[in-house]
């Protein structure tokens, strides 16, 4: 009987669609021919596949017809939590273990092919997380589908070993697994990849990835551009920093903050309209050097409002405080956007919403906090910022074509030793077209790079600003 949606959820049990096997061995076996392997794969012994999440056993399934069909013996290994599942796998030389592939003993047990699709179980939820780091080297909220890939490297075979598996997007460019993707880099070359921006292959309302791996890793003098798996499908031009001229970072004179869950409760009680208080502004009201602010409706709360202010009495304990830190001259940055949005608030009149982010210049000089503000506005409302951010963070949005803006990415966004002046005049007067290129020239960027980047940036700007909005 199927299980329901809320225990397959539970499991991050969500069998690979038919398209998409198809996808994972042919791609897995073209990579092999392309590079003349079968050879030193030991034709007299049978080929080693594992498929440490296998389900029903489809992919182990497929991948046994592929290596009949070239006069390969299989030995295969499908492990799994679900013995219902496990059930389902009729062939007799097919090995299987009803247990977590995690925590399973695999000794010395190497395979040539290690394909599948690992449950994925956020950490954000308490009925799927872990409970802690990981064991293989993520961090607390790294998806239980970065350690099955850490896993899947650790068991492909040295020498020649391919590892195929689908992943959620997030692995690509989430902190929490980087550990994990700095280790598979020492292991193994990312050889193929696949992504789309229109996924409709599970139910699981999770955007995913498909990665091709080969051991051993070549050698490489710069960890792999796992990001570029969706820049490159999306056609955002690679910049090789390099190449600019610059004067450190955003973060070399700002600090750099995002609200979270406490902040969004503190200021549920305290947001009205037809009240007192600084306007509260939204991811949803923030474009590119423009707020929106009473311009279109936001949500907040389960509510829209036209206008919504703070009413500062209302909030409490070191709420209190945090709103005077917020009310300063600084920039807001939207969350999650196509391009990056960012505008001024120069005169620190407004209290950000969640999870918008907060520039705030760390100068004390008044008259240099000003031009702070103002510069930082035009180097984010730029195709640098933008271009910049899809590399550093691409794969993490909610959506296949936004990216999280999050401060730590804002914080290494380069400074151009260029003058900015003209390119704040041309934000102020909203041309954030001719902004973008002004940043351009600041940079020092090349005709070539900058046309590029202002071709693909330019039809991402949002258009006049009208309608409802997201704001919470």
């Known amino acids: 009987m199927p299980r329901s949606q809320p225990a397959r959820k539970k499991l991050g049990q969500y069998y690979t669609p038919p398209d998409l096997v198809d996808l994972l061995v042919e791609r897995t076996f073209a990579d092999i021919d392309a590079a003349g392997d079968w050879a030193a794969w030991l034709p007299t012994r049978p080929v080693r596949v594992l498929d440490p999440a296998c389900g029903d056993g489809r992919l182990l399934e497929r991948v046994r017809v592929e290596l009949h069909m070239r006069g390969y013996s299989v030995d ?28 399973h003993d695999w000794g010395d047990e190497r395979f040539d092919i290690v394909i599948g699709n690992p449950p994925y179980l956020s950490q954000m939820a308490a009925s799927t997380s872990r409970g802690g780091s990981s064991k293989h080297g993520g961090g607390p909220y790294a998806d239980a589908a970065a350690e099955f890939l850490a896993l899947a490297v650790a068991l492909a075979d040295p020498d020649h070993g391919r590892v195929s598996l689908v992943l ?7 902190r929490d697994a980087g550990p994990i993707r700095a280790r598979v880099d020492e292991q193994a070359d990312l050889v193929w990849s696949w992504w789309s ?42 910049i090789d920093p390099a190449t600019l001229t610059t004067q450190g970072t955003i973060g070399d004179r700002a600090d750099l903050n995002a609200n979270f869950r406490d902040e969004y409760y503190a200021l549920v009680p305290a947001v009205g309209e037809d009240i007192d208080g600084p306007p509260l502004v939204t991811s ?22 036209q206008r919504p202010r703070v009413d500062l009495s209302k909030l409490e304990g070191r709420f209190v405080a945090w709103a005077e830190r917020k009310l300063v001259p600084k920039v ?21 919403g969640v999870p918008v982010t907060t520039i705030i210049p760390t100068s004390t000089d008044p008259d240099e906090v000003r031009r702070t503000v103002f510069d930082i506005e035009a180097i984010l409302c730029s195709p640098i910022a933008s271009a910049m951010c899809w590399h550093l963070g691409g794969g993490t949005g909610l959506s296949t074509k936004a990216v999280r803006v999050s401060p730590g990415v804002l914080a290494d966004v380069p400074w ?47 258009n006049a600003a009208s309608g409802d909005a997201a704001g919470d």
């Open 284 to 305: 949803g009201l923030i474009d590119p050097a423009h707020c929106s602010w009473g311009e279109r409706r936001i949500k907040f709360n389960k509510q829209f409002f």
């Open 197 to 238: 921006t229109e996924q409709e292959w599970f139910d699981a309302a999770v955007n995913v990835c498909v990665v091709g791996l080969r051991r051993p890793a070549a050698g490489r003098s710069a960890p792999m551009a796992w990001t570029r798996i969706v820049t490159d499908v999306l056609g955002i031009p690679h």
């Open 76 to 103: 295969a290994v499908g492990c799994d939590l679900d013995a219902d599942a496990l059930a389902s796998v009729s062939h007799p030389r097919t090995r299987t273990f009803h247990a977590n592939a995690l925590e």
């Open 416 to 462: 151009p030793a260029g003058d900015l002046s003209d390119a704040v005049d041309a934000c102020r007067r909203g041309d954030i077209v001719a902004a973008g290129r002004l940043v351009l020239d600041a940079y020092g960027c090349d005709d070539a790079t900058a046309s590029a980047l202002l071709t693909w940036w330019a039809p991402g700007l949002p």
């Open 332 to 352: 807001l940055v939207a969350n999650q956007t196509k391009i990056v949005e960012a505008v001024a608030d120069v005169d620190g009149a407004w209290v950000p």
């Open 168 to 174: 959620p997007q997030s692995i690509l460019a989430s």
